[in-house]
T-cell receptor, first 111, second 115 residues
Framework: QQPVQSPQAVILREGEDAVINCSSS?????VHWYRQKHGEAPVFLMI?????EQKGHEKISASFNEKKQQSSLYLTASQLSYSGTYFC????????????FGKGTKLTVNP | GAVVSQHPSRVICKSGTSVKIECRSL??????MFWYRQFPKQSLMLMAT?????????EQGVEKDKFLINHASLTLSTLTVTSAHPEDSSFYIC???????????FGSGTQLSVL
């Protein structure tokens, strides 16, 4: 079942923060986050495998709340290069390796 | 880092023809590859899981005879869109991972336009 992402779109000025949420009605085993720019392949950001896990890379971080079956992606002090569509992909324990992706959140960072 | 190569990047064909798209893992062996379809401004919809040496596993609603998948080696999976029609026009993209539940490496995608 497809996870639900919110918001659908967000517009920021350079330097502002944003939070993108991803929730599922099914129990989650893993959450992946990817960013895709128009006409290009998605690029991996991070993967969270354990409930309560938090990860970060520079000014992008994420958390995974296993009980709530949701994950959040945090972008701080956004840069122009952060613009793109962010997808979360969820994996179910005991299932195959396949991921089901949310509909995406389009992030636009303006100067 | 691991690289997945997809070819061609763009193809335009006439209605009724078949189109083959290749997906190669360049520096690792991929026993499993995934094929997705993406409409403009929409999500990646998983079409099928390609398994080396065995039949692909198709998602519900995906026509097996329409979208033929062959995973002949540990580094190559192909998707053939048979008797393509305008409604098959879409962005097709493959992915693979080196280890189960590890991050996915995506190909650069193929934009298929059927006239």
């Amino acid at each position: 079942q497809q996870p639900v992402q919110s918001p659908q779109a967000v517009i920021l000025r350079e330097g502002e923060d944003a939070v993108i949420n991803c929730s599922s009605s099914k129990a989650l085993y893993s959450v992946h986050w990817y960013r895709q720019k128009h006409g290009e392949a998605p690029v991996f950001l991070m993967i969270l495998l354990k409930g309560g896990e938090q990860k970060g890379h520079e000014k992008i971080s994420a958390s995974f709340n296993e009980k709530k079956q949701q994950s959040s992606l945090y972008l701080t002090a956004s840069q122009l290069s952060y613009s793109g569509t962010y997808f979360c992909g969820t994996g179910a324990q005991g299932g195959s390796e396949k991921l089901v992706f949310g509909k995406g959140t389009k992030l636009t960072v303006n100067p | 880092g691991a690289v997945v190569s997809q070819h061609p990047s763009r193809v335009i064909c006439k209605s009724g023809t078949s189109v083959k798209i290749e997906c190669r893992s360049l520096d690792f062996q991929a026993t499993t590859m995934f094929w997705y379809r993406q409409f403009p401004k929409q999500s990646l919809m998983l079409m099928a899981t390609s398994n080396e040496g065995s039949k692909a596993t198709y998602e519900q609603g995906v026509e097996k005879d329409k979208f033929l998948i062959n995973h002949a080696s540990l580094t190559l999976s192909t998707l053939t869109v048979t008797s393509a029609h305008p409604e098959d026009s879409s962005f097709y993209i493959c992915s693979a991972n080196r280890v189960p539940n590890e991050k996915l490496f995506f190909g650069s995608g193929t934009q298929l336009s059927v006239l």
